[in-house]
């Protein structure tokens, strides 16, 4: 579906709006009240498919598959798919350790095996990891043997850099199927998705302001929120200090996916 461009007076008056929102309601309320979904509302018929699928996974395997925080908590958890990038991760950890912000990075393993340094840097300033598949590719129709590989494979690349293996991943474009999802939890390992995407992997609506008005529009007491760390992504870093800013306007503090979870950081090898 075509986008309308944005000149600078619109952005700027998306973002004032986006700015202009209440504040998330006291913790707990949303948390404890409703389902966990997808917040944003859909521009295509792809992404309303996709909102209605990963409410039903999140129902159907409220142990294993995570769109939000189930605990009351006024935390959000940023995540950041895509990397180890040699461009973006440097910046983006300038500007979380410029605020003192924890996040989690869902990595590639074929880019983690590319640039060990920067999952050393990564894993160093405090930031949780999880695999996001060996490459970006999605794994929703292949058999749970053929997925589970590249699980697997990512995780033998951060142990081998780390000495540790993640107990959770994010399926490359938050795609899995239900077979999956059973069979990576027997196996140790819990699928996440998000509860606010940015849409900043989305070309014509990845704007500064656009990424800002989009995450702060939907952003809710125990959020997963999409962010990506590609190394086109500049803009991501450019809205991040204005989103940790206004989150905390809002009362909202930073976790990792762990820590907001409740859930194991690294699988335990037997």
């Known amino acids: 579906m075509a986008t309308r461009r944005f000149n600078i007076c619109s952005s700027a008056v998306v973002l004032a709006v986006a700015l202009a929102v209440p504040a998330a309601a006291p913790a707990g309320d949303s948390v404890a009240t409703r389902t966990p979904d997808l917040r944003n509302r859909p521009h295509n018929k792809g992404l309303a498919r996709f909102k ?16 939000e925080a189930s605990k009351r908590t006024r935390a959000v958890a940023l995540t950041f798919d895509d990397g180890p990038d040699p461009k973006l991760t440097p910046r983006l950890l300038a500007v979380l350790a410029k605020h003192k912000v924890k996040a989690t990075f869902f990595l590639v393993g074929s880019r983690a095996k590319r640039y060990p340094k920067l999952v050393k840097a990564i894993h160093a300033a405090g930031h949780a990891i999880g695999g ?19 699980i697997r494979a990512t995780n033998n690349v951060l142990q081998r850099i780390l000495g540790v293996r993640p107990a959770f991943y994010r399926p490359p474009y938050g795609a899995v199927s239900d077979r999956q999802v059973a069979f990576f ?13 940015s849409f900043d992997w989305d070309p014509k609506r990845n704007a500064v302001e656009r990424i800002t008005g989009e995450v702060l529009k939907h952003a809710h007491d125990g959020a997963i929120i999409l962010l990506h760390s590609g190394s086109w992504r500049g803009n991501t870093a450019k809205a991040l200090p204005t989103l940790i800013a206004e989150l905390r306007k809002r009362g909202h503090g930073f976790e990792t996916i762990p820590q907001l979870l409740g859930i194991p950081a690294i699988k335990r090898v037997k």
Request: aromatic share 16%.
């Open 185 to 197: 939890a027997k196996r140790g390992v819990k699928t996440i998705n998000w509860s606010v995407d």
């Open 52 to 67: 209605k699928t990963v409410a039903r996974q999140a129902a159907k395997f409220p142990t294993a598959y995570f769109l």
């Open 132 to 150: 996001h598949g060996y490459q970006h590719v999605s794994l929703k129709a292949r058999n749970q043997y053929a997925a589970w590989w590249h």
